[in-house]
């Protein structure tokens, strides 16, 4: 193989973290939930007994209690994953710096320079990790071993827990091609269903499927998906060393009831807004682009984005372009249950200032004038605390225990 990849997935990572601190659970079903007087009453996690009775992540606690009534619930505790995985992550590095977390419980490994070192057998090494990381930590991993990043993911995917599968030039027509092509990184729901209209069901279906056809159906989307189920990825495994400035930038609430009506979505709205143009100055980062994730009582959602000219980091601009997504996509008088506002296709301040000059934007002067405003703010909320001061439009949507989720990547 001309390049040697690793992916490795930790199992059940966050029932996992858990259940060291009660090994008296090992044998039964135990599955790790948000906090169902707070309205996340979701499974998060679950371990293998669980699995065996078909609880899912992300069901809500009373499907997963009709499956299994005697599910032990234990709650979550993300300072620990987010130790773990750090830990994981350095032990990682002893093998190779190029290690890019995918997730907190994911990432890739390329060994290619570096297997030499280490007796040069890449099934040997993946085992010698797989180890490491049970004896050390007390957690099991699954290494997907292959020649791009796409196949070593499905191949950690392919057996679990505590497994090595290798995906190489010679037999992946013969282990990937059966898969459903919802196995394949990338293909998402709308993707799939698409897919499912002409036809293509498994991976193979999907590499057998004319290329250009591909192109005029899901577009450059589409030729990429090709490319993957043939065994064309080619996409480097970032440098652990490497400081990636953040993409997207986003906050989603979860209310303790849900808004109803436009006045108290547009206030949820322009809370997040608030948040995200926050994080946006402190990174010196402005969005070009925006998003806006709707989840009704029932747990359906819909998403819409959109560009941003001039990129702003603006709190009131954002929150007008995040309104007029949600104008065009929602009913708004119908209940929300969770929103969440992220900031897209991201560049410096310096870049979008440069922009700004070339544009010639002749509200430019007022920008500064609104930038300066916020970063007063910024300094007060920093002094006294964020809830110190914020945008009128957004009060009384948040009173009684919201759950916020942050959310901050390297891609968009």
């Known amino acids: ?29 135990v599955a790790v939930c948000g906090d169902p007087a707070s309205r996340h009453g979701i499974i998060l996690a679950k371990n293998e007994p669980a699995k065996a009775f078909g609880i899912k992540t992300a069901e809500t606690i ?3 209690r009709k499956k299994c009534p005697r599910l032990v619930l234990l709650p979550a505790h993300h300072d620990k994953y987010r130790e ?5 992550n350095q032990l990682y590095q002893e093998y190779t710096d190029l290690v890019e977390p995918f997730g907190i419980d994911e990432s890739w490994l390329d060994v290619t320079g570096s297997l030499h070192l280490f007796g040069g057998d890449p099934l040997a090494l993946a085992h010698q990790l797989r180890r490491r990381v049970r004896g050390e930590l007390g957690l099991t991993i699954s290494v997907g071993v292959s020649f791009n990043k796409v196949f070593a993911k499905l191949g950690s995917d392919y057996k679990k827990p505590d497994a090595v599968t290798l995906i190489s030039p010679d037999n992946f027509r013969a282990l990937v091609w059966p898969l459903p092509v919802t196995d394949l990184l990338y293909v998402g729901r709308a993707a799939a269903d698409t897919l499912k209209r002409f036809g293509v069901r498994t991976i193979g279906d999907l590499a057998r499927f004319d290329r250009e056809a591909l192109f005029s159906l899901l577009g450059r989307h589409g030729r990429q998906l090709h490319a993957y189920a043939n ?33 108290e979505i547009c206030s949820g709205i322009a809370m997040l807004s608030d948040r995200v143009a926050v994080r946006l100055r402190r990174a010196g980062m402005k969005a070009a682009g925006v998003s806006l994730a709707i989840r009704d009582p029932d747990f359906r959602d819909i998403s819409r984005q959109r560009r941003l000219e001039p990129p702003t980091c ?16 929602w009913n708004m ?10 900031a897209l296709y991201l560049i410096s301040e310096d870049q979008a200032g440069v922009q700004l000059d070339l544009l010639g934007q002749a509200d430019a002067p007022r920008r500064d004038r609104l ?7 910024d300094q007060i909320r920093a002094k006294y605390g964020r809830n110190a001061i914020s945008p009128a439009s957004s009060a009384g949507v948040c009173q009684g225990g919201v759950q916020e989720e942050d959310e901050e990547g390297a891609t968009s």
Request: glycine share 4%; aromatic share 6%; hydrophobic share 35%.
């Open 1 to 29: 193989m001309d390049r040697v990849i690793f992916h490795c997935d930790l199992n059940s990572f966050y029932a996992s973290v858990e259940l060291l601190d009660h090994p008296e659970l090992r044998h039964l079903p």
């Open 62 to 64: 009373w499907q997963a």
């Open 84 to 88: 773990f995985s750090r830990q994981v």
């Open 231 to 263: 065994g064309l990825d080619r996409s480097p495994v970032s440098s652990a060393c490497q400081e990636n400035a953040p993409k997207s930038i986003g906050n989603g609430l979860t209310f303790p009831r849900s808004l109803s009506g436009r006045e």
């Open 314 to 329: 603006l709190a009131r601009e954002l929150s007008q372009a995040v309104v007029s997504l949600a104008e065009g996509c």
């Open 333 to 342: 008088d119908s209940p929300v249950r969770a929103l969440t506002v992220t």
């Open 371 to 377: 930038e300066r405003l916020d970063r007063t703010l």
